[in-house]
């Protein structure tokens, strides 16, 4: 169990409801729990199968890293979801505690890449701090007037970046029809969007500082949030897989490999609802499918490890899964780790996220990768 604590001066116990005292504190903790491997044929491997050291089949103990999936919350949202006294020192001295707790706990998560979402301090923080713990980084800042973004922050040591793509879903939104929503047709779709919200991603390739110098692909996303708008978010989704499955093919002529593909991020997406069902199955609830609809096939790492989680995302208004890692199961990596969450029950997510215990009000997910030998 990681702690860290980060108290901020000047806020008085009217803003602490939940504190013992006038000075508050975040308090961030994760851990890594070991899950059983699952054989192809969907069998457990037996005892002699696995590396004495440790729960890793011997054919994936060679090498081994770690993923972890984090919506950071943007400051700019963060004066709309928590109850706070409007004026400037204490929006000061909440950034100055609030980032650093969310540094804290990147670092103490000890991941080789960090998929983060709802980045809207990348040039002025986190940038040049996670250079300071031996992070490189690349990022894409979304379309219209919000200033967040999604980062991939990986390891130096760990990985080498080879190519990258970037991916604006407001690619998929032409006009404006009534100053909400816009409509046009995209590869069949019906894609309707809010252009003043627009969600980005990130993809890209890297060849891991191993001895097989593999290559994986990682990808990090953020897609449109309003429940009423599930073409939308289809549409996002189906154009992410279209553009991963080009980019797939793209690494594959370029450096002449198989590179298998890691998804995350944050996805406005229920276990079981439209989107979660087209990105684990290819079906399609709102119509048919045709062959050529069809996405790579993918798996969500909770789901192959231990079953979803109940929570990723936690407010007074919706608790629920919003946040996947997928991967591509025919591929040269299996999860081999899950990083461990909170229950309902447990005492420092009850009342809602953002607080004193959470920096943001969705929660880090993460999973450790062994590469086959």
Same mark, same amino acid.
């Given at each position: 169990?990681?702690?860290?604590?980060?108290?901020?001066?000047?806020?008085?116990?009217?803003?602490?409801?939940?504190?013992?005292?006038?000075?508050?504190?975040?308090?961030?903790?994760?851990?890594?729990?070991?899950?059983?491997?699952?054989?192809?044929?969907?069998?457990?491997?037996?005892?002699?199968?696995?590396?004495?050291?440790?729960?890793?089949?011997?054919?994936?103990?060679?090498?081994?890293?770690?993923?972890?999936?984090?919506?950071?919350?943007?400051?700019?949202?963060?004066?709309?979801?928590?109850?706070?006294?409007?004026?400037?020192?204490?929006?000061?001295?909440?950034?100055?505690?609030?980032?650093?707790?969310?540094?804290?706990?990147?670092?103490?998560? &000890?991941?080789?890449?960090?998929?983060?979402?709802? %980045? +809207?301090?990348? $040039?002025?923080?986190?940038?040049?701090?996670? #250079? *300071?713990?031996?992070?490189?980084?690349?990022?894409?800042?979304?379309?219209?007037?919000?200033?967040?973004?999604?980062?991939?922050?990986?390891?130096?040591?760990?990985?080498?970046?080879?190519? &990258?793509?970037?991916?604006?879903?407001?690619?998929? %939104? +032409?006009?404006? $029809?009534?100053?909400?929503?816009?409509?046009? #047709? *995209?590869?069949?779709?019906?894609?309707?969007?809010?252009?003043?919200?627009?969600?980005?991603?990130?993809?890209?390739?890297?060849?891991?500082?191993?001895?097989?110098?593999?290559?994986?692909?990682?990808?990090?996303?953020?897609?449109?949030?309003?429940?009423?708008?599930? $073409?939308?978010?289809?549409?996002?989704?189906?154009?992410?897989?279209?553009?991963?499955?080009?980019?797939?093919?793209?690494?594959?002529?370029?450096?002449?490999?198989?590179?298998?593909?890691?998804?995350?991020?944050?996805?406005?997406?229920?276990?079981?609802?439209?989107?979660?069902?087209?990105?684990?199955?290819?079906?399609?609830?709102?119509?048919?499918?045709?062959?050529?609809?069809?996405?790579?096939?993918?798996?969500?790492?909770?789901?192959?490890?231990?079953?979803?989680?109940?929570?990723?995302?936690?407010?007074?208004?919706?608790?629920?899964?919003?946040?996947?890692?997928?991967?591509?199961?025919?591929?040269?990596?299996?999860?081999?780790?899950?990083?461990?969450?909170?229950?309902?029950?447990?005492?420092?997510?009850?009342?809602?996220?953002?607080?004193?215990?959470?920096?943001?009000?969705?929660?880090?997910?993460?999973?450790?990768?062994?590469?086959?030998?």
């Amino acid at each position: 169990m990681l702690r860290c604590s980060y108290s901020v001066p000047g806020l008085s116990d009217e803003f602490s409801p939940n504190c013992p005292s006038t000075l508050s504190s975040w308090i961030c903790c994760a851990s890594y729990n070991h899950c059983q491997v699952v054989a192809s044929a969907g069998s457990l491997l037996q005892q002699d199968e696995y590396d004495s050291r440790t729960t890793v089949p011997k054919i994936y103990s060679s090498f081994k890293f770690r993923l972890v999936s984090y919506n950071i919350l943007a400051q700019d949202w963060i004066m709309l979801r928590c109850i706070m006294k409007p004026n400037k020192l204490f929006v000061t001295n909440l950034w100055k505690a609030r980032s650093q707790a969310i540094l804290t706990m990147l670092k103490n998560l &000890e991941a080789d890449f960090l998929c983060l979402q709802e %980045v +809207d301090e990348y $040039d002025t923080f986190y940038k040049k701090n996670l #250079e *300071n713990l031996g992070y490189a980084s690349i990022y894409i800042q979304r379309s219209g007037k919000k200033r967040d973004g999604c980062g991939i922050f990986y390891k130096q040591n760990s990985a080498e970046l080879v190519i &990258e793509e970037k991916i604006d879903y407001n690619d998929l %939104v +032409d006009t404006v $029809d009534d100053g909400k929503t816009s409509s046009t #047709e *995209n590869d069949g779709v019906l894609v309707s969007g809010n252009k003043e919200e627009p969600k980005a991603g990130i993809m890209a390739a890297f060849r891991l500082k191993n001895p097989s110098s593999c290559h994986v692909i990682i990808a990090n996303t953020h897609l449109y949030w309003d429940p009423e708008w599930a $073409d939308v978010k289809i549409a996002q989704a189906k154009y992410l897989l279209s553009r991963l499955v080009g980019f797939k093919d793209l690494v594959s002529d370029k450096f002449d490999c198989s590179p298998p593909i890691i998804l995350s991020g944050d996805f406005n997406s229920v276990p079981g609802d439209q989107v979660h069902q087209y990105l684990v199955s290819g079906t399609n609830l709102m119509g048919p499918e045709t062959a050529d609809d069809l996405p790579m096939p993918l798996s969500s790492v909770y789901a192959f490890t231990r079953g979803e989680p109940e929570f990723t995302n936690c407010t007074p208004g919706f608790t629920g899964t919003l946040d996947y890692i997928f991967f591509s199961p025919s591929g040269d990596i299996k999860p081999v780790s899950y990083l461990e969450l909170p229950e309902a029950e447990s005492s420092d997510v009850i009342g809602g996220l953002p607080n004193y215990f959470h920096p943001s009000d969705h929660l880090p997910i993460g999973a450790e990768f062994a590469v086959e030998a």
